[in-house]
């Protein structure tokens, strides 16, 4: 299984972006998809999830500005990030847990990231 992400870049603050992110190789269901986002000498943290019947949580700094959503038939998760600030600026990573198999248990997978930078 790999993910695929795509869609970052460099934006003036106030700008928008949209990341993707697909899934390709054996899969059986996806149970949650995620953006990620790490800094230099910061842990990687949540930015935005969604699960499989659609329920969504997002981290504080990204409430009312950013949106995940899904396309089931792609196994893809987007994240539409408007009113970024500099702070926004990090390696944003797209995350997946699903089964390959009917038979098998849930893993956890990651996308390589993509570089967003958010300039003032």
């Known amino acids: 299984v790999q993910l695929q992400a795509s869609g970052g870049g460099s934006v003036q603050a106030g700008g928008s972006l949209r990341l993707s992110c697909a899934a390709s190789?054996?899969?059986?269901?996806?149970?949650?998809m995620a953006w990620y986002r790490q800094t230099p000498g910061k842990q990687r943290e949540l930015v935005a999830i969604?699960?499989?019947?659609?329920?969504?949580s997002y981290a504080d700094a990204a409430e009312g500005r950013f949106t995940i959503s899904r396309d089931h038939a792609k196994n893809a998760v987007y994240l539409r990030m408007t009113s970024l600030k500099p702070e926004d600026t990090a390696v944003y990573y797209c995350?997946?847990?699903?089964?390959?198999?009917?038979?098998?248990?849930?893993?956890?997978?990651w996308g390589q990231g993509t570089l967003v930078t958010v300039s003032s």
């Open positions: 995350y997946a847990m699903l089964q390959r198999s009917r038979y098998t248990s849930s893993s956890t997978y």
């Open positions: 190789g054996s899969i059986y269901s996806i149970n949650m």
């Open positions: 969604i699960s499989n019947v659609g329920s969504i």
